[in-house]
């Protein structure tokens, strides 16, 4: 990004610091080395996936882990990329806006895991007999867990770029591009940060689910941690669980620390408040910021990006009217072009659709995707109950809170279906209902939402409203009732939100699990389209998709999307 | 001043209209009628209360809005955009967060593909002129206010401009900061170093214009208009307290407080507030902290607009629209640039608590017929309730929405504290209270 190291930005060297440079220098040889040894395996042919199967010695782990991290890193780049192509085109074209902003909407109500058998398929065509597909195949699904909150992101805030901001640059007749770099992308960057963060979080689970995968007669298990870990379930070897569990943790812990900490603190100087205050820290930034190494290997780099800056790439004329010149007439072709390509789109589907299904399949599917609504609501309930009151608790006490919260953090980050093969076993174990006690692992992994959004919300409680409430003596559930409950709302329901949706989308790993040869398989939709992926029977693939799509579609209107109008107008505190 | 060169038509507004449209049809007319002109050597000033269309105007000047009729010829060309002899500050400052003072300085610049040297040598000569020196690789959020906007000054001069725009850049500054900062660029216009042929500032400060213009072009509100146009043939430095000055200052007083109250409605006549008359929100403990204060020993009843406001530590033009809701409800009346409570508005100051919401109420149903429309609509219905949207709707077929918006957000204030009927914000409903 053109203004991260232009000269003055902050990036004043230091003195020579022989101990920093030369961790800088090993840093910087490590990330070069790797991006070679990973990217190396992608372009060998498919062949070698097969006659180089998974091996559970731990040695192997640290290289599946790289290609792991690979994959995460590709995706996050095509996500971005995606963002400001599709965010930009949304929020700037009148025609593109009221086609392409439902369509993202759809897009994320779609279980991500649902994308993946189509996915393969076609990426295997794209490049026959190559890794290259089924990498590109992995990729792609973790880019649908993390594109579709980016671009909202991205295209809200090119929405609600400050009146007087934006009229400087107009009336400074900043050329398309630089008012792109200097104006609406670093307005835009903390809440694309933060949103990245998410995805990133919500991203693991779904590297890990999109490794190893069965459509049809296909079999794939891509080099990673996932595949490990779907070898070591395959042969009941818990131990090696173990190690892919402690290979998982130190990947976040360095993801963490090494990107998006620098990252947040970094996205920190795009806060449009004029407020000082006290930056995030990130020992990670500070060492590169004062580092002469990293600042003699930037200033190329910056040099070409100031050029960049200069180049009048896309540019039209700055001109004084907004939107003027519209045609009906373009709007008419416009429309009716969108009008025949959705009912070509829905005969096709129909069509291919009508050939194998009946209204029974669709009346099962509704019944199944009952039941899976019934287990979200409940889970969603039940972690409320237990994480709201400890939230605010931790929340109440900064000491507390500053320890838990990262932790809650790195937990919602930890992708949870590492952690079923360890339930199965204990279900088996002691010959439990798989009905009832395969449930918890749908929120296994997304509760910690919950957690820490209310934790966030408890630590920004005002004093002097919680002094009040004790000087009146509130007391007992008048308490949490009348003063806390109502200031943490809007963050309990951004978490709740953010948990809800990702157990629709782990109920199609969590509904049916194995160990070795035994399957567990709950009653509901998730378990649906994860049994008719491994029969590859693609029009009932479709069907549950779509149907799991319509539950999160109505959930989100009739439930979340009112109670968050709710708390955005009554309980807001600042 | 600058008389020196014979004088050079730059800027000149030929008949600008400008309308916004409004989804009852009718267009909301925002400026109608504008002709000025600005010469070398000149510096004049854009003078109305807020929302008389004087910032519509700065922009239409400098081309980030085109007029619905009429032009804007700068050296005898029409202006169709951003125009490089033009430059703007921003009462808000508007400069970019994320970029240091230097950047910042330098965007304008590279916008019009300076080289990089030049253009480095370029800012770093305005920064210092601008008395900058040393910030240039701070940002923004580290400086102050007044730094703040010294940044605006440079980036506006940075680029040459013939014509610099001012759009009210002292009034997010504390008074302090503004008259230092008001000074200085006094001084380097005086002295010829800004490169500057003509300034245009907008302001709704009658002392800042008369400190600083040669010109002073009154503007009246609904539509906007240029009423009057006053010359200040005083020489800089200019004395605030010398008789002249405070002369000039008190006739424009008089001037703005002759035009028509804040009625903007067609159907209106001046002076009388119709049902859709749009209504500033002004809150009902304002109007009555004006009548406490006017009641109280150094005024006893009556003041000069300038005196109170210095009593009340609010600028001239906050109080003005405080004291004309006032004067419609029949509180206060205006003598020249004094305003003297009436009957009414001592017996409100002499109420005691409970007692005020009915002399509010009942100046409050004679004086706004909105006000009393909704009394007699909740009085009327059985279970006396009614939906917001019942009103504004109404509204809206006069109003812009946000017009209507604010013009009911303003009766809601005052019927609530007049204790004529609640407001539930959950349910949007008005409710009759209890009779």
Same mark, same amino acid.
């Given at each position: ?574 | ?134 910030? +240039?690789?701070? =940002?923004? /959020?580290?400086?102050? #206010?007044?730094?703040? $906007? *010294?940044? @605006? ?5 940075? !680029? ?89 200052? +008190?006739?424009? =007083?008089? /001037?703005?407080?002759? #035009?028509?109250?804040? $009625? *903007?409605? @067609? ?5 009388? !507030? ?162």
């Amino acid at each position: 990004m053109p203004f991260a190291f232009s000269p003055g930005a902050g990036l004043v060297p230091g003195r020579f610091r022989p101990l920093a440079e030369i961790l800088v220098a090993i840093l910087v040889l490590a990330v070069c080395a790797s991006l070679v040894l990973g990217s190396a395996g992608t372009l060998a042919p498919l062949t070698t996936i097969t006659s180089r199967p998974i091996r559970l010695d731990p040695a192997w782990l640290p290289y599946y882990a790289l290609r792991t991290v690979l994959r995460m890193l590709a995706a996050m780049a095509a996500s971005l990329l995606f963002t400001f192509i599709y965010g930009t085109l949304a929020a700037k074209s009148r025609r593109a806006e009221p086609v392409l902003i439902p369509l993202l909407d759809v897009l994320q109500s779609v279980p991500v895991l649902g994308y993946l058998s189509f996915t393969v398929l076609f990426f295997l065509h794209l490049f026959p007999g190559r890794v290259l597909g089924a990498e590109l195949a992995a990729v792609f699904a973790i880019f649908t867990s993390q594109a579709w909150n980016m671009t909202f992101s991205f295209y809200q805030a090119l929405r609600t770029v400050p009146h007087d901001l934006e009229e400087a640059a107009r009336a400074f007749r900043f050329p398309a591009w630089q008012r792109f770099w200097r104006l609406e992308v670093p307005f835009a960057m903390p809440g694309l940060v933060w949103n990245m963060m998410m995805s990133m979080s919500g991203g693991w689970f779904f590297v890990v689910a999109s490794e190893a995968i069965t459509v049809g007669d296909r079999s794939i298990a891509l080099p990673g941690i996932g595949s490990y870990v779907a070898v070591a379930i395959a042969r009941q070897d818990l131990r090696a669980v173990g190690w892919a569990i402690l290979a998982m943790t130190l990947v976040i812990i360095v993801y963490d620390q090494l990107l998006f900490r620098p990252l947040a603190a970094w996205a920190d100087m795009f806060r449009v408040e004029q407020t000082a205050r006290e930056p995030a820290r990130a020992w990670f930034l500070q060492l590169l910021r004062r580092s002469l190494l990293v600042h003699g290997m930037v200033f190329p780099a910056s040099l070409f990006l100031r050029w960049l800056l200069r180049a009048r790439l896309l540019n039209p004329p700055p001109s004084s009217a907004s939107r003027s010149g519209r045609s009906w007439l373009l709007d008419i072709v416009w429309y009716g072009a969108v009008l025949v390509a959705l009912l070509w789109a829905g005969n096709v589907l129909v069509h291919f659709a009508a050939k194998e299904l009946h209204w029974s399949d669709i009346e099962t599917t509704f019944r199944l995707g009952f039941y899976t609504l019934l287990r979200v609501l409940i889970l969603v309930v039940l972690a409320s109950i237990i994480w709201v009151p400890l939230g605010v608790m931790i929340g109440l006490r900064p000491r507390l809170a500053e320890h838990v919260q990262p932790l809650a953090q790195f937990l919602a980050a930890f992708p949870a279906n590492l952690l079923f093969p360890l339930a199965v076993f204990l279900i088996l174990r002691w010959r439990l209902d798989p009905n009832l006690w395969l449930s918890p692992l749908m929120i296994l992994g997304t509760q910690w939402y919950i957690l820490f959004n209310v934790i966030a919300g408890a630590t920004a409680y005002p004093t002097d409203l919680l002094e009040a409430a004790s000087e009146f003596r509130f007391r007992g559930w008048q308490w949490w009732r009348r003063a806390v409950l109502p200031g943490i709302f809007p963050y309990f329901v951004t978490g709740a939100i953010t948990a809800s949706g990702g157990a629709w989308n782990a109920s199609i790993v969590a509904e049916t699990v194995s160990w070795g040869d035994r399957t567990l398989s709950a009653q509901g939709l998730g378990a649906y389209i994860a049994r008719m992926t491994v029969a590859g029977d693609y029009p009932r693939i479709v069907l549950g998709v779509a149907v799991m799509s319509f539950f999160v579609v109505f959930f989100n209107r009739v439930l979340w999307r009112p109670l968050y109008a709710l708390g955005e107008r009554h309980f807001r505190l600042d | 001043m600058n008389a020196s060169a014979p004088a050079e038509i730059l800027l000149a507004a030929k008949g600008v209209r400008c309308e916004f449209p409004r989804p009852s049809g009718e267009p909301q007319i925002v400026l109608e009628d504008i002709h000025f002109t600005l010469a070398t050597g000149e510096i004049v000033g854009l003078l109305g209360r807020s929302g008389c269309g004087k910032s519509t105007l700065l922009r239409i000047v400098t081309g980030l809005m085109r007029p619905t009729r009429g032009e804007i010829l700068y050296r005898g060309k029409k202006i169709a955009g951003p125009t490089l002899g033009i430059a703007m500050v921003f009462q808000t400052f508007a400069i970019f967060p994320w970029l240091t003072v230097l950047e910042n300085v330098k965007a304008g610049l590279v916008a019009e593909r300076v080289p990089e040297r030049e253009a480095a040598r370029r800012a770093e000569e305005a920064i210092a002129l601008i008395g900058l020196d040393g910030f +240039e690789n701070a =940002y923004p /959020r580290e400086l102050s #206010g007044g730094m703040r $906007q *010294r940044v @605006g000054f440079a980036r506006a001069l940075v !680029v040459g401009p013939e014509i610099l725009v001012m759009d009210e850049p002292f009034s997010a500054l504390d008074v302090l900061t503004g008259e230092t900062l008001r000074s200085d660029l006094l001084d380097l216009w005086s002295e010829h170093r800004l490169g500057l042929h003509a300034i245009l500032l907008v302001t709704h400060n009658i002392e800042e214009a008369v400190s600083l213009c040669d010109r002073i072009l009154v503007m009246s509100s609904h539509p906007g208009r240029i009423s009057t146009e006053i010359a200040v043939p005083l020489s800089h430095p200019r004395d605030r307290l010398s008789p002249e000055f405070r002369a000039i200052v +008190e006739d424009i =007083y008089a /001037r703005m407080m002759a #035009g028509p109250a804040p $009625q *903007r409605s @067609g159907k209106s006549t001046v002076g009388t !507030v119709t049902l859709t008359s749009w209504l500033p929100v002004i809150s009902a403990t304002r109007i009555v902290g004006l009548t406490d204060t006017l009641n109280l020993v150094p005024f006893a009843g009556e003041a000069e607009l300038s005196a109170l406001a210095a009593r009340l530590s609010l600028n001239v033009a906050g109080l003005f629209r405080v004291a004309e809701v006032a004067r419609m409800l029949g509180f206060v009346e205006f003598h020249d640039a004094t305003l003297r409570l009436t009957a009414a508005g001592r017996a409100l100051a002499d109420a005691g608590i409970r007692e005020r919401n009915g002399v509010f109420a009942e100046h409050l149903l004679r004086a706004v017929p909105l006000a009393a429309f909704i009394h007699r609509v909740l009085e009327e219905r059985p279970n006396h309730e009614a939906p917001r949207s019942r009103f504004l709707e109404e509204l809206e077929d006069h109003l812009s929405p946000s017009e209507a918006e604010h013009t009911l957000t303003a009766v809601t204030n005052w019927g609530r504290y007049a204790d004529i009927f609640s407001y539930d914000h959950r349910t949007r409903l008005f409710r009759l209270s209890s009779p």
